[in-house]
């Protein structure tokens, strides 16, 4: 008998907000110190009271929409009661009877071919915080930076047959999410719990379900599938062992998944509403003033940027990352040529970045900052080369284009009434080079040249001091 | 004329006229604390160098020109379970035993911003459970009309204080009644504001959809002083509710002509102490004479509302005290092995009896399988008592009610039998089902000389309706104005 596996997926995303979900503390859980991202609300102190980030909602219903759900109209928070010592009040908010977002859908593309996986909901929560075991002095400390910070989670339909599949899902909501801005998906800010059975292929009842708990990496949960998959089959087929319903953990170094409790010693979570946030009511205009405001998506960032002339692979580099986009976009917008825009940007800038050992997700730069710099190499004021070690040291040093060129005196040489006054100086000060010229040495011209290319510390556009050289030559002719 | 049977706008209007300071109205109080408060244990704890500080401060403001609250300068009793920045602040409780808060709840801050001088935490039933201040982990409280009974509670130390004129006027909160019922046992005035009228922010919560800050005073026009100053809405708490601005102060004008109050008549007759009754009726009586128009009314589903606040309160207790297991703060136990154990030992000997009964008793109505049993059911019946509230409303503007079916029960009658007690909230808990305002003003004495508190409850947000009538009723009579004997005497046993 053939037998296929029924596999579902909670997916835990951090959310890209500036703050946590019910306080002002700063978001970005990897960030800062233990316990210096913490106030009395996140740390859970007598007397404090939640107040929900809007924006937290906001990029939750992002999701909703890119994933083809239906918006609730009415989403509440709910408590969900554990003990834990990184879970200072002793109680998670999460959503349990009314999600913000049901009944969506995402296509996944694997060697096999293209899939649709149900998603059943999508749910706003709080992180908990981080335990850090001391094995030196024996004991546990508890850091709350986590606390608090702003999760989705995504649960699918157990529609994936194959860890390949998971795969292709994991990745596409990882690019998804990160070009709407709604995740940075930094390593760690995307947990998933797996869950799995296996039943003859071609039948419809569904085997006994583990769930294996919080994993973080792809390659750890492509091999637990593995694992999982086929600790299954070996009970199912050759009698191994006996499963039951449980949950278990997946240890990456023994490479073999471990029971963690099992049905009956499951917690009972007394889910109860929230009685401190009031049930958040979405009417249409907010869900289309989101829509209206979501950052575009790859696909029609991909027509757009065809229409303005880029190649395929210039519209792959830039589509990897929005933050690439939003810098094309904005000196674009600010008057550059899109052709010139993708070439600095891709080739310039990421040849300075290789250089320094970084990648293109690191880009950095003030979008006016770059713009001035091919203005002044399109203008002429400075040659492309300058305008290379220019961008060095806006990337590096944070310098000003404008004061980076007037101190390294990279100015001078396009503006074309400071290479005239050069000219004449080199003209008045050679009168027997201007002699030979006007009288048929066609040599001493490039006496002259390289007069003025040296006045000119060697930062001269070739081009502007032949064309002035002449105009001055014929004047005196 | 001691001082201290001002009420807190004569004393404002005094230290604002320069008679005398702020600081010296304070050492008034703590004078008074210090001299008498071994006979009440109305105080949990009376730090006087932060108070002291405060009340400098409040000088300078009024110096400056720059206080123009009514209470500017007035010493404010504060209810051990509102935080008070860098103060003790303990739910009366042994697992929060010298716990400091590290920030001010709004109503503590407001109060501050406004001139008033927080001084002294008032005792309390621990974590504002229960109805006689005997649970507190300092000791009972004492009734300044009769040592041998409770004050009633939670608030107990607050109304205790003011009726014993060891403060002026507190803050309490109110979760079922936990500042009517005690305000009316020691004859003083109580109210309780609209849900979300006051921000809860800071208050340590008992059950949040219920909790209300409220004042405890000597007369309406404190009451109405002190809710100008604490209410209003607050974007650190979003249950909070931007009610129409009132100054609830200015408002009062004593007149009711035409004012329909409504007359329940499931709050008269059966389980009411005949005193209680007979001093009731004789309120109705007062209020008629002075314009008021009475309204019979059937309020049927007041019998459901003692079950369903005591599976909603508790179950939001059981997760409110679920963060007060010794691992961040206040106290942990001394042995134990594992982290459950540490869990587990520490909460069993840090709450005590009431508590932990509360908390098992919410624990066990959230638990799976019982959740829609108990508390959905419970969240339907809230509704509908909301619902039949709203209705009796079209036909009335304010209902009057006794406070509790009894007066001052003795010291330790109480505890050895929870469901009596429990049952003796009848008519303070649906007011908090409802969100609305409630207000316990002295009607009288029985034939013990304790003093029976009459109730008038307005719509949700009708504050300024509901302490106008008992502001009419206070001009008309003189029960507010009574003392306990013998306060100085014992003071000095």
New interface residues.
Partial sequence: MRYEAVIGLETHVELATNSKIFCSCGGHSTKGEPNTRVC?AC??????????NRRVVELAMRAGILLHCDISRYTTFD?K?Y?Y?DL????QITQWFHPVCRNGSVEVTTKDGTRTIGIKQIHMEEDAGKLVHDDWTETTL?DFNRTSVPLIEIVSKPDFRTADEVMAYLEKLKTMFRFANISECEEGAMRCDVNISIRPEGTEELGVRTEIKNMSSLSSIRRAIQYETARHLDAVERGTETLVQETRRWDDVKGRTFSMRNKETAA?????PD????PILIGEDWIRRVRDTMPASIEEKTAEYQSKGLSEKEIASLTSERALCDLFDAVTAAGRDPKEAASWILTECGGILRKHGQVMGELRVAPEKLSRIMEKVSGNEINRAAGRKVLEAVLYEDADPDAYCKAHNLSAQGDADAVRQVVLKVLDATPNAVKDYLGGKKKAFQALFGGCMKELKGNGDPQVIRTLLEEELSKRS | MDILDLTAVELGERIRKRELSALEALEAVYGACRARDRNWNAYAAFEIDPARTAAQRAQALLDSGEAVSPLAGVPVGIKDNLNVRNCLTTCASKILRGYRAPFDATAVRKLKDAGAVPAGTLNMDEFAMGSTSETSCYGPVRNPWDRERVPGGSSGGAAAAVAARECVCALGSDTGGSVRQPASYCGVTGFKPSYGRVSRYGLIAYGSSLDQIGPLARDVRDCAALLDIIAGPDPMDATSIPFPDTRFLDALNGDIHGLRVGVPEECFGDGVEQDVQTGVEAFLDELKRVGAELVPLRLPFLRYAVPVYYILATAEASSNLARFDGVKYGFRAERYTTIEDLYTRTRSEGFGKEVQRRILLGTFVLSSGYYDAYYNKALKMKQMIMDGFAEAFRRCDVIALPVSPTTAPALGSSLSDPLKMYLSDIFTVPVNLAGLPGLSVPCGFDRRGLPIGAQLLGASGADATVLNAGYAYQLATDWHKRRPEGLEVSGNV
Avoid: E, H, I, Q
Wanted: glycine share 6%.
């Fill in positions: 009395p740390a859970g102190m007598p007397g404090m009271l939640p107040v929900t408590k009661s003990y010592p200072p009040c002793a109680y508890v009972d979570y007394r889910y109860f009685p401190n946030l009031m």
